[in-house]
T-cell receptor, first 114, second 113 residues
Framework: DSGVTQTPKHLITATGQRVTLRCSPRSGDLSVYWYQQSLDQGLQFLIQYYNGEERAKGNILERFSAQQFPDLHSELNLSSLELGDSALYFC?????????????FGPGTRLTVT | QQPVQSPQAVILREGEDAVINCSSS?????VHWYRQKHGEAPVFLMILLKGGEQMRHEKISASFNEKKQQSSLYLTASQLSYSGTYFCGTGAYSGAGSYQLTFGKGTKLSVIP
């Protein structure tokens, strides 16, 4: 157990809908990262927050947005969902966004778009 | 730029050794290694820093060759529990000063009895 929690574990929704994925980082971690992992694909970096501020953006679609709240939990919002958005979405956290910091991953949210 | 991992997949018998390589076309500040078992979250193994020492996690060790811009993960006397997909992550600093990891496509390791 990494100490990172994600809810929900599974989400099934229809195309065109909007969903929100939630992540609570490990106690003391200020940095949160979001990754997308499609079937048999690697981990694609989406976006990173540090202490409430967006710090880096990866391959995140315009239909996706995220934020980190004052209590440090983060939410990833996915809208106008398409079939291709079906994937595992992982959240990870670290104390700070530095090169020597390990990222600890949550259990993931499996999103299925039908 | 995504690092390149090789091999893509490897099958070992218990007790055998394996090497997984991770190469980058860009200068490396650090290399992170993670293992992911099927249906589970990636788990942190170790980080190698530029100018740092070779690292070890149980019977798994790794090296970092800055000149060649590559890292290698060495699995010694493999156990069934080593099965999974191994990802290396290399990074770059964003404009805001945060370190951002890009992961390779992974190496699937299967250890059989």
């Amino acid at each position: 157990d990494s100490g990172v929690t994600q809810t929900p574990k599974h989400l099934i929704t229809a195309t065109g809908q909007r969903v929100t994925l939630r992540c609570s980082p490990r106690s003391g971690d200020l940095s949160v990262y979001w990754y997308q992992q499609s079937l048999d694909q690697g981990l694609q970096f989406l976006i990173q927050y540090y202490n409430g501020e967006e710090r880096a953006k990866g391959n995140i679609l315009e239909r996706f947005s995220a934020q980190q709240f004052p209590d440090l939990h983060s939410e990833l919002n996915l809208s106008s969902l398409e079939l291709g958005d079906s994937a595992l979405y992982f959240c990870a956290s670290s104390p700070s966004p530095d090169r020597e910091m390990a990222q600890y991953f949550g259990p993931g949210t499996r999103l299925t778009v039908t | 730029q995504q690092p390149v991992q090789s091999p893509q997949a490897v099958i070992l018998r218990e007790g055998e050794d394996a090497v997984i390589n991770c190469s980058s076309s860009k200068a490396l500040y650090s290399v992170h290694w993670y293992r992911q078992k099927h249906g589970e979250a990636p788990v942190f193994l170790m980080i190698l820093l530029k100018g740092g020492e070779q690292m070890r996690h149980e019977k798994i060790s790794a090296s970092f060759n800055e000149k060649k811009q590559q890292s290698s993960l060495y699995l010694t006397a493999s156990q069934l529990s080593y099965s999974g997909t191994y990802f290396c992550g290399t990074g770059a600093y964003s404009g805001a000063g945060s370190y951002q990891l890009t992961f390779g496509k992974g190496t699937k390791l299967s250890v059989i009895p």
